[in-house]
């Protein structure tokens, strides 16, 4: 069955700006993720096929490109993934739920408090725990802070592979700020394991907030920074205007979310539209552009850094005035009883004893939770069969679904423009593999 | 034992003043301290210095690891004061094969693979925990540590490591190999 | 809610902590998610979820239950014979989760239900991206879907054999003495 089901026509409604670039569908229609090189040319013309391996110059990480070139011009190409196929889910099971926690981080190593994230909001969905302000407002600050660690990281790596060559380090010297702030509150610099069924594990160290408040002052300096080398170069205005097109309907039926959804001119955020933490309760705008190309994602990405950067400002406002609140429920059957009462207690240490060894329990279901993570929609699917281990644990990638348009992204380019065009979808090879 | 010029059978020529004895050039200064103050040097302490100096890396960034790889390169952990921030993309360039990641079974044959590339002399940090012995990962699609199918020189733990661990590693891989160690497939007796 | 009970090969609808489930028969699975898309607007397919349950109501659940409903405290130590999940249908569950990019973000949860060796229907032809989803359930429950233009393995090598996720599939590894893991 090679045709798509044809749409009534009734589904388009979904929030969109501007004019698409092209008319109608440009997904390859027989197999969507797979450019194929037209018969004619493939027997007339002189196709050669490389190989972008796993091991490449660019810094994406393992993935594979099979390319059909006729000279330059990109005729073919189909991706390889799975490189660096971990077995996450199947690690996951396991383990008991709270050692559970320390795998999603290595999902997604850019952004890798959201996965965290995702994964405790799934387990305190189905447990009905009550999460302490200090520790929304906390997570909220964090997972902004790893928003604008990722958008950098994207940034750098690829301005790089432009030629852009003194971004990088530009980039990375914001990222060893955040990733100082990271070190300063949770004791690690990446893969924090911060985040606890139920809140934090800690408490916020003191000393945090005024190095928190210095990263905000300079940050949007660094921002300009970044626009003052890049925005108005001619080299990287035409290596990115116009290249890599999809269009909002192609965008949504290939499952793209994100600021790739945002770029192709759909207003969907759901930090916005299906809120979480405590996101209803700050102001910020969400970037949507109309060009869908490869430097609309990047002026999504960009904006949405100072968007971050006042999301940060306004947690760090709020947070002070929660001094010695508690950062972690109460529900002792779920949660470390602090360790002081465990010298007094004797209940303390029995249930101390018992969630350490053998792992507190939650209810037998299954749920669904979606955050937006710098890359898209990034959803854990858990079910649990009531034990102290979870049966099943699925990770929506949202770099998978990115990967998947690259070949509808890649009509008429030349290989130089698929290097923008690879990069600009921003996918993680550890969360496309899993 | 330190030995003197005398030990060697160094003996000045005394034309002017022939009962004068052993001058203190041949008495005081050692092998070790002459060739310090002159700078000579055997023609392999030269070379491994020069190959310390420059050693390039492969640009083998798998996973998490990577990205505090990238950090190492980056403007506070400046690796460049080494001489290695010239990440070569081409295996017959590189020098050093940092496997910065965890790899999986399918990533072994091409890992393999680049590493036959290299030209020796060549060394390998495994860096980070999955890596060494295939980390929090003990499962059916990790390689349970990279010196199962490479040779390893140094092994850089932690989950990922910090820029300053890796570049202790990287340090004392220069240390060993300017002493004379030699690498590891020389060590291990690994076909390359 | 009653546009639920149109879809073409409704079974039944569960709601669970604010998420809407509807199981729908195996065999009209392209037809239950084509009207999603169209008729519902759900236009945004999120994921293609494969859950195996084998021997699901075998092992019991005891002691600590953690705490919204099942704490039993008056049942202490009852070595799994007190609660017992539910059985299921089948052995696989197979979930779409779809999202309407509209107000309030409404979700909704189609599952069917099938066994060992039966196929299902490729979405493909309804949304694209259920290309990559799909093979992923294949390599990794070895569900095969009819029609799927290219159903090969994706994250797996070609040639490796059995499907990993499935629960009587070994976790693989090296043996570490002292170890919880199966």
């Not at chain 3, 489930?21 to 236009?43: F, N, P, Q």
Request: overall charge negative; charged content about 25%; proline content about 6%.
């Amino acid at each position: 069955m090679s045709a798509t089901i044809q749409n009534t026509g009734r589904t388009r409604r979904w929030p969109i700006v501007g004019e698409p670039p092209y008319e109608g569908t440009r997904i390859p229609s027989r197999v969507p993720t797979v450019l194929d090189v037209p018969p004619v040319l493939r027997e007339t013309g002189d196709v050669l096929q490389v190989n972008f391996g796993p091991n490449h110059p660019s810094t994406h990480g393992v993935l594979r490109l099979i390319v059909d070139l006729d000279g330059e011009l990109v005729v073919g190409l189909s991706a390889v993934i799975g490189y660096l196929h971990t077995g996450f889910e199947k690690n996951m099971e396991q383990k008991t739920w709270w050692k559970a926690i320390t795998y999603p981080e290595r999902i997604d190593y850019v952004g890798y408090q959201n996965n965290e994230l995702v994964f405790v909001l799934a387990i305190e969905k189905m447990l009905q725990l009550e999460v302490p302000e200090k520790a929304t407002w906390m997570r909220m600050l964090l997972c902004e802070l790893n928003r604008i660690h990722s958008h950098l990281v994207y940034l750098g790596t690829s301005a790089l592979e432009l030629g852009a060559i003194s971004m990088f380090w530009y980039c990375f010297r914001e990222r060893e700020t955040i990733l100082d702030l990271f070190e300063l509150v949770t004791g690690q610099r990446m893969h924090t394991r911060y985040f606890q069924a139920g809140g934090l594990a800690e408490d916020i160290p003191t000393g945090f907030y005024p190095e928190a408040r210095k990263f905000v002052e300079w940050m949007p300096h660094a921002l300009d920074d970044y626009l003052t080398l890049l925005d108005r170069n001619q080299i990287w205005l035409e290596r990115t205007k116009g290249v890599g097109l999809l269009s909002a309907d192609d965008a949504i039926a290939l499952g793209q979310s994100g600021p790739v959804l945002r770029a192709s001119g759909v207003d969907w955020d759901l930090r916005r539209d299906q809120t979480y933490l405590a996101y209803d309760q700050v102001d910020f705008k969400v970037p949507v552009y109309t060009g869908c190309d490869v430097y609309d994602r990047y002026r999504v990405r960009m904006d949405e850094m100072a968007e971050s950067v006042k999301i940060v400002r306004q947690c760090i406002d709020r947070l002070e005035r929660m001094e010695g609140q508690p950062w972690i429920t109460d529900d002792r059957k779920v949660v470390l009883p602090p360790r002081e009462e465990l010298h007094t207690s004797m209940e303390s240490l029995i249930h101390h004893f018992k969630i350490v060894t053998e792992g507190y329990r939650v209810p037998a279901g299954e749920v669904y939770v979606a955050i937006e993570s710098p890359r898209g929609e990034c959803g854990c699917y858990v079910v649990s069969d009531g034990g102290p281990k979870p049966w099943r644990v699925h990770f929506r990638a949202p770099s998978l679904a990115a990967l998947q348009a690259t070949a509808t992204c890649a009509h008429n380019t030349l290989i130089a423009d698929l290097i923008a065009v690879v990069g600009s979808l921003d996918a993680v090879m550890g969360d496309t593999d899993r | 034992m330190v030995t003197r010029l005398r030990d060697h059978g160094l003996q000045s020529e005394r034309l002017l003043w022939p009962t004068k004895g052993p001058s203190r050039f041949e008495e005081e200064l050692g092998v070790e301290e002459l060739e310090q103050a002159l700078g000579m040097t055997t023609l392999e302490k030269a070379v491994r210095w020069a190959q310390t100096k420059s050693m390039w890396p492969d640009t083998f960034g798998l996973a998490c690891c990577a990205i505090e790889m990238m950090s190492i390169v980056g403007a506070r952990y400046d690796l460049a004061r080494f001489g290695m921030e010239a990440f070569r993309s081409s295996p017959r360039q590189a020098d050093l094969l940092i496997v910065s990641g965890r790899v999986s079974h399918k990533m072994a044959a091409p890992l393999r693979q680049i590493y036959d590339q290299m030209l020796e002399p060549k060394w390998v940090i495994a860096m980070g925990a999955c890596a060494s012995s295939g980390g929090m990962f003990n499962n059916y699609a990790i390689l349970q540590g990279v010196d199962r199918i490479v040779p390893v020189d140094i092994y850089v733990p932690f989950c990922p490591p910090r820029p300053e661990a890796l570049m202790e590693g990287i340090i004392r891989l220069h240390e060993a190999h300017l002493a004379g160690v030699p690498p590891a497939y020389e060590r291990k007796q690994v076909a390359t | 809610m009653t546009d639920l009970a149109k879809i073409p090969g409704y079974a039944e609808t569960k709601e669970a902590h604010g998420e809407t489930t509807v199981v729908v028969a195996r065999d009209s699975i392209r037809a239950a998610c084509a009207y999603a898309r169209d008729e519902l607007g759900y236009a945004f397919l999120a994921d293609i979820v494969a859950t195996d349950y084998l021997d699901w109501s075998g092992k019991g659940v005891s002691g600590y239950i953690g705490t919204a409903t099942g704490r039993d405290l008056n049942l202490p130590m009852t070595q799994g014979l007190q609660a017992l999940p539910e059985a299921k249908p089948a052995r696989f569950s197979l979930s779409y989760h779809l999202l309407a990019l509209r107000q309030g973000a409404p979700r909704l949860r189609l599952q069917c239900w099938l066994d060992d060796g039966d196929t299902v229907d490729s979405v493909v032809p309804v949304w694209p991206a259920a290309d990559w989803f799909e093979r992923e359930q294949y390599d990794l429950m070895g569900i095969r879907f009819d029609g799927h233009p290219n159903l090969a393995r994706l994250l797996m090598e070609d040639d490796w054999e059995g499907h990993p996720l499935r629960k009587d599939y070994p976790i693989g590894g090296e043996p570490v003495r002292f170890s919880a893991a199966e």
